[in-house]
């Protein structure tokens, strides 16, 4: 009945987390296994040291018998039993590990890049995001690397985890079973905000999965410059090192940065104008502005586009009081517009 409990036939049970990928089964199948075996084992010893200690406890009038000092059938027994459980572990943790490891050759494939502190999922039609988004029913391989510190990615509903380190590519893949959102977290300790770290898988299904890449990939139809640019500013780790209140993170805040005069390391000086800021993205080492480091990454046309750096300084316009132009045209869109372009265009 406890077995019932903790591994009730549902997905979720009080002390596992939903199972929600192909193999989740076999990864809860074979830990119950070793769970139980570990319950039965401890009671059992538990239960004859109890026995023993009763039955040969000191009594008046009896007198110590010599112990046998060896008995090949229970040398035999307590080597052969546990030889035995420890195969079968074996067997089926390998058999598992075998299948975790190679991933079958159509898998759906994304990029993952882990830094200090967000997640960037890059699709195979050059979209980014900062939420993994996967089909249902399919397989998925990502292909996980880190830009700074080893990082490490975790699905407890699919129960995977690997980690995501500097300087190589590590593999792993898995079938979502279930659509839905699952956490999606780092598990390896990666600095300041490595709790901060966190963010979802969304499972659509096939349909609605291509839907929403497309979608997600082409966002003038969605969203105007400046909701982009401020998407952007939290999708692509902006963010991490520039606030928007003034506060000092690591770099610069962006507020009213746009306008203003900035003085550089080597003692040059610029005025923060679209060319000024589009360079800070696109060659941020070009020029240092003087009380920084220069530890900020650059962003190719690949990484992001020319309309997305458009879209990000007009975003910093909107947050500077220097910039005396009129932004509330581009605030919202207007509602009459069609949310998606008519297929038949
Ligand atoms: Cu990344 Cu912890």
Redesign the pocket.
């Known amino acids: 009945m406890l077995h019932a409990i903790l591994a009730s036939s549902s997905d979720k049970s009080f002390w596992m987390p939903q199972r929600a990928s192909s193999y989740a089964g076999g990864v809860d199948w074979l830990f119950y296994f070793i769970f139980w075996l570990s319950v039965f084992f401890f009671f059992l010893i538990l239960g004859l040291l109890v026995l023993f200690i009763w039955k040969y406890r000191h009594r008046k009038g009896h007198q110590a018998q010599p112990s046998p000092s060896h008995s090949t059938a229970l040398e035999l027994t307590w080597t052969i039993i546990p030889t035995i459980l420890v195969i079968i572990i074996f067997y089926f943790g390998f058999r598992s590990y075998l299948t975790m490891a190679v991933p079958p050759p159509n898998a759906y494939e994304i990029i993952v890049t ?1 830094k200090m ?1 967000a997640w960037e999922f890059a699709y195979p039609n050059g979209h980014v995001d900062n939420v993994l988004h996967v089909p249902v029913d399919t397989p998925v391989r990502l292909v996980l690397t880190s830009q700074d510190v080893i ?1 490490s990615l975790y699905v407890p509903a699919f129960r995977v985890k690997r980690d995501a380190v500097p300087g190589r590519y590590n593999k792993m893949w898995f079938k979502a079973t279930q659509m839905g959102e699952f956490d999606l977290f ?1 598990a ?3 600095g300041q905000k ?1 709790s901060e ?1 966190i963010t979802k898988v969304v499972v659509h299904d096939s349909t609605e999965f291509r839907k929403w890449l497309e979608e997600a990939s082409n966002w003038e139809v969605r969203m105007t410059p400046l909701q982009a640019g401020a998407g952007f500013y939290v999708r692509r780790g902006c963010n991490q090192c520039h606030s928007v209140d003034g506060s000092q993170i690591i770099g610069p805040s962006f507020k009213d940065l746009y306008g203003v005069s900035r003085v550089f390391a080597d003692g040059g000086t610029a005025v923060a104008d679209e060319n000024y800021i589009r360079e800070s993205i696109r060659e941020p080492q070009k020029h240092i502005v003087a009380g920084y480091d220069s530890s900020m990454p650059s962003f190719s046309e690949k990484q992001l586009k020319e309309r997305d750096v458009m879209a990000l300084i007009i975003y910093l316009k909107s947050l500077s009081s220097h910039y005396k132009g009129d932004l509330s045209l581009t605030a919202t869109r207007p509602a009459a517009q069609p949310a998606t372009q008519p297929a038949n265009q």
């Open positions: 882990g502190w990082h780092c390896e300790y990666c490595h770290m």
